[in-house]
């Protein structure tokens, strides 16, 4: 229980850090926006000329990437404070943290939620939930675009 207290109270200090730097949150949201469009094209584009990729279909496809984007999103909301390990270890500031009477792993590898994350989780948990409706819809209508997903 302490460990969650002392963790919500590091997520709420990255949460102040992350919105002082308004031009960062900008050019972070907007780069993966461009990689997921871009890489969701590619996808869409490379399948639209062919029938499938392997043995998967565009649909198929489309749900796997974006299933992977969510469990990706997932592991950097909840780890992207590894990355800031070296500054800690080059600046000192390790010596603080290994001093502090919880485990130092708290600080070192959840150290704080990366909301920025939080917001591309929603986003591709809702193209995928609308997907996979709009997919169920077709499929109800005896069309054979979406086979893969059972009523």
Known sequence: MKSLKIFWLFSKYSLKT????????????????????MFFAFVFFL??????????????????????????????LMFREVYRFRQLVVSGELDTVLVKPYHPFLR?????????????????FSILVCLLCLYKKVEESHLPACSFISP
Request: no cysteine; net charge neutral; aromatic share 16%.
């Open 47 to 76: 399948l639209s000329n062919t029938k499938f990729l392997g043995s998967y279909s565009l649909e198929q496809t489309i749900v796997f990437y974006l299933t992977y984007n969510i469990i990706d999103s997932i592991a950097q």
């Open 108 to 124: 070192i590898l959840v150290g704080g939620i990366d909301f920025l994350d939080a917001g591309m989780i929603f986003l591709f």
């Open 18 to 37: 992350t919105f002082t730097h308004k031009t960062g949150v900008i050019l972070f949201t907007v780069g993966k926006l461009l990689r997921f469009g």
